[in-house]
């Protein structure tokens, strides 16, 4: 009679080797960016695009190709249709598109498809840190198989006995491989009273759980994004970028999950509107013919990158005090990445570039207070840079406008106009030029975003222009004497010069009329005497 160790047979080395059939896989592969691509066109920079073939199947984006951009985000994603083990090399491509002449090849990077899918770490899929089944979470399971699933399929391509679930005192547990796992209790949010409470599992779920949880622990390949380099034949040996990207492969059936959408940001259209009420404390530049110090006064503001579009408010001439009125509203379309903080802009960068580069930059406001001069360049008098997101909170008054505002945090707190909507107050200005910032000038500003739809149901032009609205700016109410000298000589005579000096004037003209009159006295008495003796 033979012993039970005697009747136990060997286990067969090769019983777990995949099938000798085809498989037809479904290949999805996500290209998120690419970094340091080489440069290959007249000005150091590249329009890439993205050509993705596996086997027979050829798929090219040259018509979403990227202009002026060697960090492009393409967020792009294409699907393949495929045989294993017959296309088993999937290769991603960075071409350089050319108006004129073949497009150039940038570099590559070859993945080994068919290793990944038969591989016990689940390489065709990265298994993801949470089981969220629910379909509008952007952290929800992306896999075909549930990880119960995997973990069957892990001990059979390991040669395990399949996983034996079980409960006892401490709750559920699992046998995989001679080692026993117990769920780990995770705690859920905090509630208003400051307790923790586990949040409650299906049993279904708890054993995804615990499966999840023993598959992480035994080494598959987590979700991550890959960083390829890319390589070219030419350059042999020399990286020519990178490329952050991942892939998924499918079995072809009914049960492939959906997509994930990993488009780029789309910015929101917003217009900003500015009001530039008055100015006080300007510090006065100018000597006038008549000795009074003044500044002929005007404010300007435009966007970070967008200087070309500056806009401007009329002048108040001769201010005396620093003081300047206006009501003059300014209008800026604006593209907003909320997520990112960043305005996007499209501009040509030079004057031979056919296509616009797409840019993003923060979203800065420009303020500055000009002195307006006649016969030479306008003198800048004073400035500020306003991040649209983190304002500081403005004063009510100027009395209270002092550099505190951009200093003191605490007192003066950031705010974003995305999120209050309006914002109205005084501003400083000032000159940094000598290396500390020393006051030139308070503004007071009411800024205003509005997205396109409002900016449509609430019309407003630019200046005093129609429609003259919302809210309507009626003329600034400034004194007789801010005017232009230049164009209006008579009101400089008699605004300036005879309501200051008029007595002056009668006087001196008193004093000339009596001086010719003694003059031709003089000159005429003579001969009126000689011809009054001698007939």
Not at 248 to 272: M, T
Not at 314 to 325: A, C, W
Not at 413 to 432: A, C, H, N, Q, T
Request: proline share 6%; with cysteine; hydrophobic share 35%.
């Amino acid at each position: 009679m033979f012993s039970n160790a005697q009747k136990e047979q060997p286990k067969l080395l090769f019983s777990n080797l995949p099938s000798n059939q085809s498989m037809d896989v479904l290949i999805r592969v996500y290209v998120a960016a690419a970094v340091g691509l080489t440069p290959l066109d007249f000005g150091g920079s590249v329009d890439p695009y993205l050509v993705v073939k596996c086997g027979k199947t050829t798929i090219s984006d040259k018509e979403k190709y990227l202009t002026k951009d060697v960090n492009p985000i393409f967020g792009r994603m294409f699907q393949i249709r495929s045989k294993l083990p017959r296309d088993s090399k999937l290769s991603v491509k960075v071409y350089d598109h050319d108006l004129i002449g073949a497009n150039d090849l940038i570099g590559s990077t070859t993945i080994d498809v068919e290793d990944r899918y038969l591989s016990w770490r689940r390489a065709s899929c990265g298994v993801s840190q949470q089981y969220i089944k629910t379909r509008n979470s952007k952290d929800r399971w992306r896999d075909n198989l549930k990880p119960v699933d995997l973990l069957k399929r892990m001990c059979l391509l390991k040669g395990w006995t399949s996983p034996q679930f079980r409960r006892d005192t401490d709750g559920l547990k699992v046998i995989v491989g001679g080692e026993t796992y117990h769920l780990e209790k995770k705690k859920g949010p905090m509630k208003l009273n400051g307790t923790a409470e586990a949040i409650p599992i299906k049993p279904a779920s708890e054993r995804n759980q615990l499966a999840l949880q023993v598959l992480h622990e035994s080494g598959v390949t987590p979700e991550h994004i890959e960083t390829r380099t890319l390589y070219n034949d030419d350059c042999p040996g020399i990286p020519q970028g990178k490329v952050h990207m991942w892939i998924d492969i499918f079995p072809y059936n009914d049960s492939i999950p959906a997509p994930i959408v990993i488009n780029p940001r789309e910015p929101q259209k917003y217009i900003l509107r500015i009001i530039i009420w008055n100015t006080e404390d300007v510090i006065l530049d100018e000597t006038s013919v008549l000795g009074d110090e003044m500044s002929d006064i005007y404010v300007r503001t435009y966007l970070e990158g967008r200087k070309k579009d500056r806009q401007e408010t009329d002048v108040h001439y001769r201010s005396l005090t620093g003081e300047g009125n206006f009501n003059w509203r300014m209008v800026y379309p604006l593209d907003l990445i909320a997520q990112e903080n960043k305005m996007v802009q499209k501009k040509r960068k030079s004057f031979w570039h056919i296509e616009k580069t797409v840019t993003k930059v923060d979203p800065i406001l420009h303020l500055e207070v000009f002195d307006k001069d006649v016969l030479s360049r306008d003198d800048k008098l004073g400035w500020a840079q306003l991040d649209l997101t983190s304002i500081p909170a403005p004063t009510k008054s100027a009395k209270e406008c002092t550099l505190e505002v951009y200093e003191n945090e605490a007192k003066h707190p950031r705010m974003s106009l995305f999120e209050k909507k309006k914002i109205l107050g005084f501003w400083p200005v000032y000159d940094d030029t000598l290396g500390t910032r020393e006051l030139t000038g308070k503004v007071e500003m009411e800024l205003e975003i509005l997205t396109e739809e409002e900016a449509v149901e609430r019309p407003a032009g630019k200046a005093r222009e129609d429609p003259n609205m919302n809210p309507e700016l009626a003329p600034p109410n400034r004194p007789e004497t801010s005017f232009n000298w230049f164009t209006n000589p008579w009101k400089v005579f008699t605004i300036l010069i005879w309501r200051r000096y008029k007595w002056h004037l009668i006087i001196g003209l008193l004093i000339i009329l009596l001086i010719i009159f003694v003059v031709l006295m003089a000159y005429t008495a003579p001969e009126a005497i000689n011809q009054a003796i001698y007939g």
